[in-house]
């Protein structure tokens, strides 16, 4: 196993693009680990990409009182897109309808065969959610290095003396 940070936790995006990938059963990790006996499990992972990006309300980190109660449309359509997981975090169902109830809103989790399909799966789903008002914020820089190193290293350079 490799040490994310030291403050993962199970809702941090970075659970939520690595735990999917582990194939081992966790509650076997989990003992394993109350038990000290980790170098004697064979952790199987897929070799999926995934991509994370979160969903917050209009004004996080700072005030975001305003945006509280506001309803959030097309979750359901972004989990119907293939290769895409929607997780809820600040969020609050009412008669089958969303409704932000903190800061950060959802995650939304793209996999793909590498960072672009999984990267492309992911804006996909977030460009059919929104807050009522535009209230959804999202970065739209997540993964763009990896998408570089990826194609730089898939592009053949030819030089002609």
Known sequence: PYVIEFNARWGDPEAQVLLPSIKTDLFELGMAVTEGTLDKINLQRDIKSRVVIAGVSNGYPGDYDLIKGKQVYGIEDAMKVDG??????????????????????????????DVIEA???????????????NNLHYRTDIGWRDVQRRRSRSRVVIDYY
């Open 119 to 133: 990267r492309t799966r992911a804006y996909s789903a977030m460009s059919l959610i929104h807050i009522e008002d």
């Open 84 to 113: 895409v997981k929607v997780y809820g975090a600040g969020i609050q169902i009412q008669d089958n309808r969303y409704f932000v109830k903190g800061g950060r809103v959802f995650y939304i989790v793209g996999e793909g065969r």
